[in-house]
């Protein structure tokens, strides 16, 4: 793990007068890149080729006939990702006096324990708990920080001869490196014959079959809460509220169930890809218990990590038909709806801020105060 004191001493030298926002060109880049703008700080997307176009095209930074448009100022375009752990980019982004802001398309295209051991850029979150996201190679992940912390998860399943309810399987795409096969059985009998048919269509695999995990599924609607945390002075914000589309299940779930059972087998198991987002908000009544089990959580990443939470995070999580709330996975970094909140600003967030405030443009605002209060050693690891 690169210590924190590495990171200060590439800190040190930058010049503090000309820091760049830098984020990699996917998930939540956008906002990231927006935030940056509204708080005049430049920014600079690292990109990959053959998927830079949005950045380095569509919403590039520029003048046209006196018309302001765009809001990427700067791009690094790659042959891959994962190439900007090597010398020559870090030592470009080192040149810009670049802090980093992590999202989970970095984490897994570069690969975590490379981010922990190789990027010596300075990171603007807590760099050892991005780990927890990997639920399959990870004993201390969300789900062990979530009992740990004292936060409701979904029952678990050891085996799938235990499953005597509806279960969500949950386990890595073959193909898609960000995507899940997920698939639901209520029975052995049932996991056994939509194993089969996810295997002969290449969507899973055996080795991640052996990986996956079995779960109760929560019957309720799915609420993604992003707050965000500031180390400067010790208090979490709730910025806003999202929830997800999902190919193909958004759109089976439109069909008479009628027709659902006369639908092709393929078409009966719903891959469950998430394609979008939408803003939400929650009854006041209930808000309070989320609010609870985000400071469970900050709580405990106080006691066990090298720093708390930094920045943004996201509880995503499920409620039941007794307002209970159980959270089914936490990102340790900006999640991936906040676009949702580009330009308009997150709900909660404009309310408490009493201005537009993306997550993106929180973010932003937390690094310009750590430079003027002369504490960005609190805001990087």
Known sequence: MILKQDVLDVV?????????????????????????RDEGLPNLVVCQKGRD??????????????????????????????????????????????LFIPNRSFVV???????????????????????????????????WVSQQAGIPIPKHYVSKDDIDTLVMVKLHHKYMTLERGFFTAASPEEFDAKVERLLDREIITTEALNDARIEQYIIGPVFNFNFFYSPIDDEIELLGIDFRFESNLDGLVRIP????????????????????????????????????????????SKRHYSAPI?????????????????????????????????????????????TRMSSGRRLALEIKRAIALDQVDKIVT
Do not use: W
């Open 109 to 143: 295209y570069s690969g975590i324990r490379r981010v922990e051991n190789e990027f010596r850029l300075p990171l603007v979150g807590t760099r050892d708990m991005l780990k927890i996201e990997d639920r399959e190679t990870e004993k201390e992940n969300y789900y």
């Open 53 to 98: 176009g949005l950045y380095t095209n569509y919403f590039k930074g520029r003048t046209m006939n006196g018309l302001e448009k765009g809001l990427v100022d700067e791009t690094i375009v790659l042959n891959k990702f994962d190439e900007i752990l090597t010398e020559n980019v870090q030592e470009q982004l080192v040149k810009k006096n670049t």
């Open 310 to 354: 930094i920045g943004p995070f996201c509880l995503q999580t499920i409620v039941d038909q007794n307002m209970d709330f159980y959270v089914y996975d936490i990102a340790t970094r900006i999640g991936g709806g906040t676009n949702v909140h580009t330009n308009v600003g997150a709900p909660y967030g404009n309310s408490l801020l009493r």
């Open 257 to 300: 169930a009628e027709q659902q059972l006369e639908l092709p087998a393929k078409y009966r198991d719903p891959l469950m890809t998430i394609v979008g987002h939408a803003n939400a908000s929650l009854r006041e009544s209930l808000l309070e218990r989320v609010y609870l089990m985000a400071e469970r959580f900050v709580a405990f």
């Open 12 to 36: 040190s030298e930058y010049d503090k007068r000309s820091i760049t926002v830098g984020v990699l060109g996917s998930h939540s880049a956008l906002d990231v890149c927006d935030g940056a």
